[in-house]
Every structure is written in C-alpha cells, then in structure tokens.
C-alpha cells in the first residue's frame, strides 16, 4: 500500500499552508517586478519633461487622475517594502538572523515599517499639497 504524498511544497492547500517567510520572498520578487515596470512610467514623465511644456502637462493630467494616484501609490509601497527587505536580506548575507524568532520578528518589522513609511510619504505629500 502506498501512501500519496504531496509533489512539491508549493502545492498550497491541504499539503502546504503559506509561511511568512515564504509569502515574504514571493512579495519580495513581485515589488521587484513592480518597481522595474514603474521605473518605466517615470522614465515617461522625465521624457516628458524634456519635451516641453506640453508634454509634460499630458504626462501630469494621466499622473494626477485616478490611476495614476494608484500607481503611485503601489509603486511608493513597492518601493518601501523592497527597501527595508533588501536591509533584510544584507544582514543574512552577513550572517546575522538566521533563527527562527529573529526572521518572524525582522519579517513582521518590514511590514511594519512599509506600511509606517508609505502612510509618511502620502501624509507629508498631502500637507504639502500633492501626491508624491
């Protein structure tokens, strides 16, 4: 009689349930993904800017509407979590943290820190006047 295992440890369900440190690194490849793509639109507005007047009026309207309130929005989350991840991840690559208590505590830290920082940069943005 043999006994039916799972294949693969992503076999999420009944098998597999998500761990922090697990959906981090997902997360962390996603805002990598996310902040490369967005670096596109802000090559966009810079172009824009070289193009004059004009253009970068366009390019401020698609910025200042909805989605681009979104955007900037994601891209300034993706940002910050990227960041204090990356922080993260250095101090592995110096050996530093390895236990189990020190990367729940790190882990749930950057999530603390992103949302602390993000919610920052959109209030200090709003009291002066605009979006970042």
């Not at 349930?17 to 802000?42: D, F, M, N, W, Y």
Request: glycine share 12%; with cysteine.
């Amino acid at each position: 009689m043999s006994v039916q295992r799972p294949l693969s440890p992503f076999m999420i369900g009944p098998y597999y349930r998500p761990q922090l440190t697990s959906v981090l690194s997902i997360l962390h490849r996603i805002t990598g993904v996310v902040l490369a793509l967005g670096s596109l639109g802000l090559l966009w507005v810079l172009i824009s800017l070289s193009m004059g007047p004009e253009a970068f009026s366009a390019a401020q309207a698609c910025i200042g509407g909805v989605f681009g309130r979104l955007a900037a929005f994601a891209f300034s989350l993706c940002l910050m979590y990227h960041l204090f991840n990356g922080v993260r991840h250095l101090f592995w690559d110096i050996g530093k943290g390895f236990d189990i208590p020190s990367v729940y505590r790190s882990g749930y830290t950057v999530l603390a820190l992103t949302v602390l920082s993000t919610a920052g940069i959109w209030w200090f943005a709003a009291s002066n006047g605009g979006a970042p």
